[in-house]
Nanobody
Framework: QVQPVEYGGGLVQPGGSLRLSCAASGRIAGINTMGWYRQAPGKERELVASIVSGGSTTYADSVKGRFTISRDNARNTVYLQMNSLNPEDTAVYYC?????????WGQGTQVTVSS
């Protein structure tokens, strides 16, 4: 059973940075798309950024120029570098992997941006 696990959430001041990572143990083949989603209180879960196996990326308009997604296929890991954070970025962040046609979700990590 593939179980991605997120790391790196926490409390940060406005204007600060955080780096999230998401990894799973074992040999895992065929991870096509790796993505980050977030869900703020009272809001629907939304796509933040995604990256396909060839390296092409997609970003939500709200994070373009501030967040960067990357992946290390050898380590089965996806990263999300978040800069210039603001309170509107406060949410639980989830990683999602697509293997074949099946999605695998992590349990989520809380990111809180507050002074």
């Amino acid at each position: 059973q593939v179980q991605p696990v997120e790391y790196g959430g926490g409390l940060v001041q406005p204007g600060g940075s955080l780096r999230l990572s998401c990894a799973a143990s074992g040999r895992i083949a065929g991870i096509n798309t790796m993505g980050w989603y977030r869900q703020a209180p009272g809001k629907e879960r939304e796509l933040v950024a995604s990256i396909v196996s060839g390296g092409s990326t997609t970003y939500a308009d709200s994070v373009k120029g501030r967040f960067t997604i990357s992946r290390d296929n050898a380590r089965n890991t996806v990263y999300l570098q978040m800069n210039s954070l603001n309170p509107e970025d406060t949410a639980v962040y989830y990683c999602r992997w697509l293997i074949g046609m099946r999605p695998y979700w992590g349990q989520g990590t809380q990111v809180t941006v507050s002074s």
